[in-house]
């Protein structure tokens, strides 16, 4: 199976790496981390973050790496912005049809604050 994850968990694991969890939170992501990558075939991290938040996460996958987490476990993904987005509507989608019991009877929309789309990406 393959897991998306954000990056995020990946910092959290990286920073209880480096002994410097910054709360138990860290040290939950930590631990989901590792079952993830007992349990999944494959898993991928978001492309989709501002340059320093880029940077760090690249720090912790070397950390990773150098554990023994090779690429063909762990890699970012290849994933567009545009692509995703559109995946985030249609499960956003399908979820509110396949949970008809949460909502009110005909009401499918998907539900909060409109998406932030890509740059130059129109609904």
Same mark, same amino acid.
């Given at each position: 199976m393959k897991i998306w994850i954000d990056n995020t968990g990946i910092h959290g694991a990286g920073r209880c790496v480096e002994g410097r969890a910054i709360s138990e939170i860290d040290l939950h992501? =930590?631990? #989901?981390?590792?079952?993830?990558?007992?349990? !999944?075939?494959?898993? #991928?991290?978001? +492309? =989709? /973050? +501002?340059?320093? $938040?880029? !940077?760090? *996460?690249? %720090?912790?996958? !070397?950390?990773?790496?150098?554990?023994? $987490? *090779? $690429? %063909?476990?762990? /890699?970012? !993904?290849? %994933? *567009? /912005? /545009?692509?995703y987005a559109l995946a985030c509507l249609e499960a956003a989608k399908l979820a509110t049809e396949d949970l008809p019991e949460v909502y009110l009877p005909g009401q499918h929309d998907t539900l909060g604050l409109a998406p932030e789309l890509p740059r130059g990406m129109l609904l």
């Amino acid at each position: 199976m393959k897991i998306w994850i954000d990056n995020t968990g990946i910092h959290g694991a990286g920073r209880c790496v480096e002994g410097r969890a910054i709360s138990e939170i860290d040290l939950h992501g =930590f631990l #989901q981390f590792a079952i993830l990558l007992a349990f !999944s075939e494959k898993l #991928q991290f978001n +492309p =989709f /973050e +501002p340059d320093h $938040v880029v !940077s760090r *996460t690249q %720090e912790f996958i !070397s950390r990773f790496r150098s554990a023994g $987490v *090779t $690429v %063909e476990i762990l /890699e970012r !993904s290849d %994933e *567009t /912005e /545009e692509s995703y987005a559109l995946a985030c509507l249609e499960a956003a989608k399908l979820a509110t049809e396949d949970l008809p019991e949460v909502y009110l009877p005909g009401q499918h929309d998907t539900l909060g604050l409109a998406p932030e789309l890509p740059r130059g990406m129109l609904l």
